[in-house]
């Protein structure tokens, strides 16, 4: 079992930065591939970035150049830092990480206001 615990969420103005975190504990021996995704008011659950083990990344295309994906193996710790925020990227943020199975977190919100 992995457990992921999100932090870092909270209300910011368009234009600024928020940087979420994302802890995992547990069987972390397994995990490969860790991602962001988000879910917006009335919107289906979409990937924002992820990251492999090897370091390489995928980012959607709505938030390429604005989002950075990292993450530290010997935590391991995924992070997301989002500048320029914009009221669309208005969700709730999930952690994903995938071993044998997808495991996910709770969720932390993040509001932008205009």
Sequence with gaps: ?????????????????????????????????????RQGPGKQRELV?????????TYADSVKGQFTISRDNAKPTVYLQMNSLKPEDTAVYYCNAITWRDYWGKGTLVTVSS
């Design 49 to 57: 970035a992820r990251i492999r083990k090897d370091g390489s990344t």
């Design 1 to 37: 079992q992995v457990q992921l615990v999100e932090s870092g969420g909270g209300l910011v103005q368009a234009g600024g930065s928020l940087r979420l975190s994302c802890a995992a504990s547990g069987s972390i021996g397994g995990i490969n591939t860790m991602a962001w995704y």
